[in-house]
Nanobody, 122 residues
Framework: QVQLVNSGGGLVQPGGSLRLSCAAS????????MGWYRQGSGDERELVAT???????NYADSVKGRFIISRGNATNSVFLQMNSLKPEDTAVYYC????????????????WGRGTQVTVSS
C-alpha cells in the first residue's frame, strides 16, 4: 500500500508565498515522476508542475517563473515553492506520484494524495 501525505496549504495574501510538501510512503521500489495538480471551485483538475526522477520539470504556463518544483528522490518527496501568489491560484492542490512500482516485476500505477487548500486573498 502506497500513501501520499501532503502539507503546507493555507491562507496567504496576494504576492505572498507558500511551500507545499508531499511524501510517499509504503512499499516503494521506484517512482517515475511526482507532481502537483490543482482544482479550483467549479473547475477541472489541472496540472501545476511535475518532476521526473531525473529532474526533468514541466510547468503550467500560468505558474512559470513563480512556482518551483523540487524532489527528494531518497525520501520519495516532492515540494512546491509558490511565490508571487495570485487570487487565481486559489484551489485545492493535489500531490500525485506517477508510475509507482512496488516491485521490479509489477507495472507501476499512479497514486493521489488528499488535497490541501490554498487560498490567496486579501
Amino acid at each position: 500500500q502506497v500513501q501520499l501525505v501532503n502539507s503546507g496549504g493555507g491562507l496567504v495574501q496576494p504576492g505572498g508565498s507558500l511551500r507545499l510538501s508531499c511524501a510517499a510512503s509504503g512499499s516503494i521500489f521506484s517512482i517515475y515522476a511526482m507532481g502537483w495538480y490543482r482544482q479550483g471551485s467549479g473547475d477541472e483538475r489541472e496540472l501545476v508542475a511535475t518532476i521526473t526522477n531525473r529532474g526533468i520539470t514541466n510547468y503550467a504556463d500560468s505558474v512559470k517563473g513563480r512556482f518551483i518544483i523540487s524532489r527528494g528522490n531518497a525520501t520519495n518527496s516532492v515540494f512546491l515553492q509558490m511565490n508571487s501568489l495570485k487570487p487565481e491560484d486559489t484551489a485545492v492542490y493535489y500531490c500525485k506520484a506517477e508510475e509507482v512500482m512496488t516491485t521490479p516485476a509489477i507495472v507501476g500505477r499512479d497514486y493521489w494524495g488528499r488535497g490541501t487548500q490554498v487560498t490567496v486573498s486579501s
